[in-house]
């Protein structure tokens, strides 16, 4: 079975453009979790979906960022206008029923560099 | 609240040396506990995970960790590393939410 997919892999913009990070989950799995993972703060979970629901919000750094479930097989992560600050790795992982007893499976990341 | 603490920043180890990696946390009743390894331009690859049970737990890639409720502790040990396993390695905490809580991480280091 294929893993949790991220596109793109690598992106680099100038600061004040548009950003927008693709994640396609695990099939089967209902819970959807983004992370942004810097060296000086770590992996940061930013916000979280479960049956295609924002459940929590509160890692969202402001309102520049957004995300998105339309379905239960793609999300999205936008950050509009992109700032230097916001250069990252940000992953997607996925799990089944969304009680943590279950691993979540994380996708390769993203790596965004904001000039 | 659930907190995640790994002491160690950075360790170095020869190959065929064996491995102990600390990782504490807090929280108030039996926690879910994972580590996770990251090699670089990867995301987190699940090594083992421990819910209830036998506190001894085995792993992927030879790894085992024990849970150790006196202790609050979920210590990562392998008995003979191999140049392939520096990486960096994540100890988390999840309980009755969705999330989890990961710690700060180690760095693992290994001399041929």
């Known amino acids: 079975d294929a893993g949790v997919i991220q596109s793109p892999r690598h992106e680099v913009t100038e600061m004040g453009q548009e950003v927008t990070l693709r994640c396609k989950p695990i099939s089967g799995h209902n819970s959807l979790f983004w992370y942004r993972q810097t060296m000086m703060r770590g992996l940061e979970l930013l916000i979280y979906f479960n049956n295609n629901v924002p459940i929590d919000d509160s890692g969202m750094p402001e309102d520049r960022f957004s995300a998105k479930m339309p379905n239960a097989s793609f999300s999205t992560l936008k950050i509009q206008p992109s700032e230097p600050r916001d250069s990252a790795v940000y992953f997607c992982?996925?799990?089944?029923?969304?009680?943590?007893?279950?691993?979540?499976?994380f996708g390769d990341g993203t790596r965004l560099s904001i000039l | 609240a659930q907190s995640v603490t790994q002491p160690d920043i950075h360790i170095t180890v020869s190959e065929g040396a064996s491995l102990e990696l600390r990782c504490n946390y807090s929280?108030?009743?039996?926690?879910?506990l994972f580590w996770y390894v990251q090699s670089p331009g990867q995301g987190l690859q699940l090594l083992l995970k421990?819910?209830?049970?036998?506190?001894l737990v085995q792993g992927i890639k030879g790894f085992e960790a024990e849970f150790k409720r006196s202790q609050s502790s979920f210590n990562l040990r392998k008995p003979s590393v191999h140049w392939s396993d520096a990486a960096e390695y994540f100890c988390a905490v999840g309980g009755n939410t969705d999330k989890l809580i990961f710690g700060t991480g180690t760095r693992l280091q290994v001399f041929p």
């Open positions: 992982a996925s799990s089944f029923t969304g009680y943590s007893n279950q691993p979540q499976h």
């Open positions: 929280y108030g009743a039996t926690p879910y």
């Open positions: 421990y819910f209830s049970g036998d506190t």
